[in-house]
């Protein structure tokens, strides 16, 4: 193949191959011809600025295998697939697959010109992005992961090296920390031409999960009407994230073990292995090995998925990135309602400063949106206090003051609240008749 060629053309019939690339070659495409698959595929890399126009049914490999290998070297480069009007549920199966386009056979020559003139220029955006993003030096890691902390300065420095090592990643956090923003930060300076692929296992009904994973053939199961391709497979040659995964549930874990082990999978209700090209980036908030010992989780999955291990900082010891990060929500929260971003006094980021912030920084994201509504009431010091208040008497307040506000982050559900603080249902009652508080009594947790 020609280094310059624009188009890799594939036919097994020599004369609609020289007839595509006369075709092509008076619009001054270079085209590379090949008569088979094994022959196109043989030279293709990962960044070519190539687009493929290919028959769909040939001898050797169809539109399938096509789609298959080149999506394990490069899944963005596009596929325009030609097939005659029998072959053409064949062509939108592959297109369901991951190809760009298809086109009737014999091609209609400005048809032709024209979808491969827009998969061209498909694909040199495609590249000219990619090369933005690895042309981001060190100081695009603080535009993502902003904070100038000790913590942050730390996670930042560690995120850098794992980025482009080929290993896998557990990320763990507590609630609104932010680990898929961190997972997504880690793929896109990883360099990884792939998706990203997210999937949340706690959110995924346990009779779903593993067709969610793993795919499934037609009639594989009740339902099954026909392949579906799962978010593993998806993910082939980018990042799969999975959240929650202290929620997968067992059966599910040691289908993940294989596919971490041996980075094949089998779609259901099916005995093909299909290799994966997949960095995984698994997050939870729990301890993984605690889990394994009370038998929840699998150990060997626990000690598989904590090679590279990140612990994001809650946002408690983040707090000289409080200031920070509430003017940084401030800004998107005013640019998506429209609005100019209100002043923001020094009292009030001491108070911001004074906050727990049980639910970290999307805690802190929901006061911006809610401040520049004007919904947001400020913790602030009681007008009635003065200056010779008892230590006592402020510290009493003080706790009054976030008892009262979580209590209406969770909706006056006191066993919620009660979590979210650390403390028991019954501490936080004896605590609220302590200060006269009163919370919804249908919103509490029986």
Known sequence: MRPEADIILIDDDASVLEACCQVLEL?????????????????????????????????????????????????????????????????????????????????????????????????????????????VDKDGWETRLIGHSAPMVALREKLQRIATASADVLIIGDTGTGKEVTARALHDFSGRKGRF????????????????????????????????????????????????????????????????????????????????????????????????????????????????????????????????????????????????????????????NARLWPGNVRELRNVAERFVLGLEERVGTDPATTDDETLEAQMDRLERTILVNSLARYDGRVGATADALGISRKTLYLKMRKFDIDARSDGDEG
Not at 41 to 59: E, F, Q
Not at 64 to 81: C, G
Not at 104 to 109: F, G, S
Not at 328 to 335: E, M, R, T, V, Y
Request: glycine content about 8%; charged content about 30%; proline content about 6%.
């Open 197 to 352: 692929v997210a999937v949340n296992c706690g959110a995924i009904p346990e009779t779903m999960l593993e067709s969610e994973l793993f795919g499934h053939e037609a009639g594989a199961f009740t339902g099954a009407r026909e392949k579906r391709i799962g978010k593993i497979e998806y993910a082939d040659g980018g990042t799969l994230f999975l959240d929650e995964i202290e929620s997968m549930p067992l059966a599910a874990q040691v289908r993940l073990l294989r596919v971490l082990q041996e980075r094949v999978i089998e779609r259901l209700g099916s005995n093909v292995e299909l290799p994966v090209n997949i960095c995984v980036v698994a997050a939870t908030k729990a301890d993984l090995h605690d889990a394994a010992r009370r038998g929840e989780f699998r150990e060997d999955l626990a000690y598989r998925l904590d090679i590279a291990r990140v612990e994001l900082p809650p946002l408690a010891r983040r707090k000289g990135d409080v200031g920070l990060l509430f003017q940084h929500f401030l800004g998107l929260a005013a640019k998506r309602q429209g609005r100019t971003p209100p002043p923001v006094d020094a009292d009030h980021l001491a108070d911001l």
């Open 27 to 135: 619009e001054d495409f270079g085209v590379a011809p090949h008569g088979s698959v094994a022959s196109a595929l043989a030279n293709l890399r990962a960044d070519s600025g190539t687009v493929i126009v290919s028959d769909v049914r040939m001898p050797d490999h169809d539109g399938f295998d096509l789609v298959a290998a080149v999506r394990r070297i490069d899944p963005e480069i596009p596929i325009i697939l030609m097939s005659g009007h029998g072959d053409i549920p064949m062509a939108l199966r592959a297109m369901r697959e991951g190809a760009w386009d298809f086109l009737e056979k014999p091609a209609d020559p400005v048809h032709l010109i024209e979808t491969v003139r827009r998969a061209r220029e498909h694909r040199r955006l495609l590249l000219e992005n990619r090369r933005l993003r690895l042309s």
